[in-house]
């Protein structure tokens, strides 16, 4: 299977990395790394090691079987309408943030596959990836249900040796990775703390609040997501990664625009009644944002 990978930063790469040892392997990204991919391959280092060599460009190829979408959220629009020109068989987002796969498949003609991924990255410099952490990448419609085109996605994932899911329920998953996002994502980036801070005292109070605010949002829009299968989820979650750094507290330490506006801004606009916890995290975000010009 042709796989362009479009976001080559660290999921986006190592993910393009793994499957590059089974399928053949566009990275779309930004220089200096694609170029250096392109002249030299791909290193990936930690829990596993290897080296490959997949396509690595700077825009996206004209066509593919799979486009795997691994942008910030706030490029999908931009990365939708150049993926519009190319001949595609699918395409499956594994973006934080909630309605990247709405504006997919507003642009695009192939079905759109909605995902959550759960492994662990960091660019550590041009041409190279930290695995930082073994997980499992959950793919289905994003409608909910079964399609002949997520099992055959699913199954090239998981040929690659990828840990995979095929799931009927992506809905209620996107809304629980949601969950999970909004209490450790905003909070470890003001608190610059690393997640495992979460695990009891203040923070963990407050990641809990912002996890209940989210799933009682999910069952206004129709999903059922009770407050202690959100909460439960987010204590898994900073337990299992309590080393890591969040991408939204590595975007901050960097001064780079943050995903504030599709994780706990989404939560805020799309509830029904008053979320403090998100509302006030949300506002906090912002305000660094316009402080330090990275909005």
């Keep these: 299977m042709h796989i362009a990978v479009v976001g080559a930063g660290s999921l986006g790469s190592l993910l393009g990395g793994l499957l590059a040892r089974e399928h ?12 250096r991919v ?3 391959g791909l290193r990936v280092t930690g829990v596993e090691s290897f080296r490959v060599s997949p396509a690595a460009r700077t825009d996206i190829p004209d066509s593919a079987d799979l486009a795997l979408v691994a942008v910030k959220s706030y490029d999908t629009g931009s990365v939708a309408a150049q993926l519009a020109d190319c001949d595609l068989d699918a395409c499956l987002s594994v973006q934080n943030g909630m309605g990247n796969e709405e504006r997919l498949a507003d642009a695009l003609a192939c079905p759109v596959l909605a995902g959550t991924c759960t492994y662990g990255a960091r660019l550590e410099a041009p041409g190279t990836v930290a695995f930082t952490g073994r997980g499992e990448v959950v793919l289905g419609p994003r409608e909910g249900g079964r399609s002949a085109v997520a099992d055959r996605v699913g ?7 990828v840990e995979t899911t095929v799931a009927t329920d992506m809905p209620t998953r996107l809304w629980e990775k949601l969950a999970v996002n909004a209490a450790v994502n905003a909070t470890t980036a003001l608190a610059r703390v690393e997640n495992g801070a979460l695990a009891a005292g203040a923070g963990g109070s407050l990641a809990a609040d912002a996890a209940r ?5 999910a069952r206004e829009r129709g999903v059922d997501l009770a407050d202690e299968r959100a909460v439960s989820l987010t204590r898994e979650v900073v ?7 969040s991408s939204m507290l590595q975007d901050v330490a960097a001064g780079r625009r943050t995903e ?10 799309a509830a029904a009644q008053a979320v403090p916890v998100n509302e006030t995290l949300t506002r906090l975000v912002r305000t660094w944002a316009a402080g330090t010009d990275a909005a």
């Design 155 to 161: 199954e090239a994932v998981a040929t690659a040796g």
């Design 213 to 217: 605010e989210t799933a009682r949002v």
């Design 239 to 245: 337990r299992d990664t309590a080393a890591n750094r």
């Design 260 to 269: 504030i506006d599709a994780i706990n801004g989404y939560v805020v606009r």
């Design 38 to 40: 392109d002249a030299d």
């Design 24 to 35: 053949d392997v566009t990275l779309v990204g930004r220089d200096p790394h694609v170029d």
